[in-house]
T-cell receptor
Framework: DAGVIQSPRHEVTEMGQEVTLRCKPI?????LFWYRQTMMRGLELLIY????????DSGMPEDRFSAKMPNASFSTLKIQPSEPRDSAVYFC??????????????FGPGTRLTVL | DAKTTQPPSMDCAEGRAANLPCNHS???????VYWYRQIHSQGPQYIIH???NNETNEMASLIITEDRKSSTLILPHATLRDTAVYYC??????????????FGIGTKLQVIP
C-alpha cells in the first residue's frame, strides 16, 4: 500500500492567489481528515469526512477555506484568496472505522505551503 | 474533551529507556489514552493506545495509573531515530460516533548519542 498521498509536497504562492491541495487516502478507508500545523498553534484539525460527506468543519478558519471529497479516493483543500498567515504544513490523514472503539489515523507526508 | 499536559521537552541517552509522562486528570471513563509521534518533516505516526490496563507492542509500552489521571509512554531502548515530538491524546466521542482527535503541543524528545 502506498499510504496516504499528498500533492504538491511544496507550494509557494503569492498573496491573493488560489491554492489547491490534494489528497489520496488509503484505499478502503472511510474517514479522511485535513490538518494544519504551525509552530504557534501546533497540529489543528480543520475538517473531516466520513464516506465522502463532510462531518465536522468547525476547525476551518474562515470562508476562504473549503474542502471537497468528490469520491472515496480523492479530496481537495482550497484556499481562495490565500494570505501569508495561511503558511503552514497541511496534512491529510485517513482511517478505517472498526467495530472497536479505536481507529488509527494514517497521515500523509504533508504539503508545505508558503504564501508570500 | 479531556485535556492533556505534557512536558515540552525531554532528553534521553541512546540505549536507555525513555519515559514520557502525560497528565489527563479530567479523563472520562470511556475515553482512551493514545500516543502518536512526529518525526521531523513527517506526518504523525500512531504508537500505542490503552484504556485501563498497561499495554505493550513492538514500539513501546503504555503505563496508565489506576485512577487513570496520568500515563507514561516507555520506549525501552531509545535510539537516535526515536528523536521526535510525542503527542499524548485522549479520545473524545462526538455525536456522530467518531473519535475526534485533538493534538496538543506534545513533548519533544531528543535522544542523545
Amino acid at each position: 500500500d502506498a499510504g496516504v498521498i499528498q500533492s504538491p509536497r511544496h507550494e509557494v504562492t503569492e498573496m491573493g492567489q488560489e491554492v489547491t491541495l490534494r489528497c489520496k487516502p488509503i484505499s478502503g478507508h472511510d474517514y479522511l481528515f485535513w490538518y494544519r500545523q504551525t509552530m504557534m498553534r501546533g497540529l489543528e484539525l480543520l475538517i473531516y469526512f466520513n464516506n465522502n460527506v463532510p462531518i465536522d468543519d468547525s476547525g476551518m478558519p474562515e470562508d476562504r477555506f473549503s474542502a471537497k471529497m468528490p469520491n472515496a479516493s480523492f479530496s481537495t483543500l482550497k484556499i481562495q484568496p490565500s494570505e501569508p498567515r495561511d503558511s503552514a504544513v497541511y496534512f491529510c490523514a485517513s482511517s478505517l472505522q472498526r467495530r472497536s472503539s479505536y481507529n488509527e489515523q494514517f497521515f500523509g507526508p504533508g504539503t508545505r505551503l508558503t504564501v508570500l | 474533551d479531556a485535556k492533556t499536559t505534557q512536558p515540552p521537552s525531554m532528553d534521553c541517552a541512546e540505549g536507555r529507556a525513555a519515559n514520557l509522562p502525560c497528565n489527563h486528570s479530567t479523563i472520562s471513563g470511556n475515553e482512551y489514552v493514545y500516543w502518536y509521534r512526529q518525526i521531523h518533516s513527517q506526518g504523525p505516526q500512531y504508537i500505542i493506545h490503552g484504556l485501563k490496563n498497561n499495554e505493550t507492542n513492538e514500539m513501546a509500552s503504555l503505563i496508565i495509573t489506576e485512577d487513570r489521571k496520568s500515563s507514561t509512554l516507555i520506549l525501552p531502548h531509545a535510539t537516535l531515530r526515536d528523536t521526535a515530538v510525542y503527542y499524548c491524546i485522549v479520545r473524545s466521542l462526538n455525536s456522530g460516533g467518531y473519535q475526534k482527535v485533538t493534538f496538543g503541543i506534545g513533548t519533544k524528545l531528543q535522544v542523545i548519542p
